[in-house]
């Protein structure tokens, strides 16, 4: 099983600073099955970055995704408040086929 | 636009099995893989499994031994059955569409979850 592993647990920055969040593979992932998703509050998973670098449709050019073999980032450049949410990254790969890692919550001061 | 909206019972007892429907509007269930995933406080995000439309499945060998995942392409739903249910069930479970390139994978659009408690 693929464990994803992901810190910090929780960023707190004020509004325009870069967020830096680091997703870690107990085993090699295949960059094409990696991806980061955004969750607000009494909501679903939204997805944010596919294939590790890909943004989604209408996800803002601030988010960025990077990494390979276990090692995986996730950057906000310039936080704005409504970035404020949890992240989760998730891979896809052998059995279980599907995991996510625990999430980093980001908090806007 | 696909939109993706689970029901059924909000509580179920102890031992008993727990169904979920996902209805699929907006877009076909054909071609796709259409999956359940669920989370708690504890454990977070845990896929479930997933079935293509033409009723091909894979599940999480966590759940294997209880769980059935069907679909019904001439209504656009799938549904979820997991049975022998306990406390450590309770959770919101959300129904998901997986989109498969070549290249690669990911889930793009999710149901708005419901929320599963299992007790008597």
């Known amino acids: 099983e693929v464990v994803l592993t992901q810190s910090p647990g929780t960023l707190s920055l004020s509004p325009g600073e870069r967020a830096t969040l680091s997703c870690r593979a107990s085993q090699s992932v295949n960059t094409n099955y990696l991806a980061w998703y955004q969750q607000k509050p009494g909501q679903p998973p939204s997805l944010l970055i596919y294939a590790t670098s890909n943004r989604a449709t209408g996800i803002p050019d601030r988010f960025s995704g990077s990494g390979s073999g276990t090692n995986f980032t996730l950057t906000i450049s310039g936080l704005e408040p409504e970035d404020s949410a949890v992240y989760h990254c998730q891979q896809y790969g052998n059995s279980p086929v599907v995991t996510f890692g625990p999430g980093t919550k980001v908090e806007i001061k | 636009q696909a939109h993706l909206q689970e029901s059924g019972p909000g509580l179920v007892k102890p031992s008993e099995t727990l169904s979920l429907t996902c209805a699929v509007s907006g877009a076909s269930l054909s071609g796709y893989y259409w999956s359940w995933i669920r989370q708690t406080p504890g454990k977070g995000l845990e896929w479930i499994g997933f079935?293509?439309?033409?009723?091909?499945?894979t599940y999480n060998p966590s759940f294997k031994s209880r769980l059935t995942i069907s679909v019904d392409t001439s209504t656009n739903q799938f549904s979820l059955r997991l049975s022998s249910v306990t406390a450590a069930d309770t959770a919101v479970y959300y129904c998901?569409?997986?989109?498969?390139?070549?290249?690669?994978?990911?889930?793009?659009?999710w149901g708005q979850g419901i929320l599963v408690t299992v007790s008597s």
């Open positions: 998901a569409r997986q989109e498969r390139t070549l290249t690669t994978r990911y889930f793009d659009y």
């Open positions: 079935i293509h439309s033409n009723g091909m499945s």
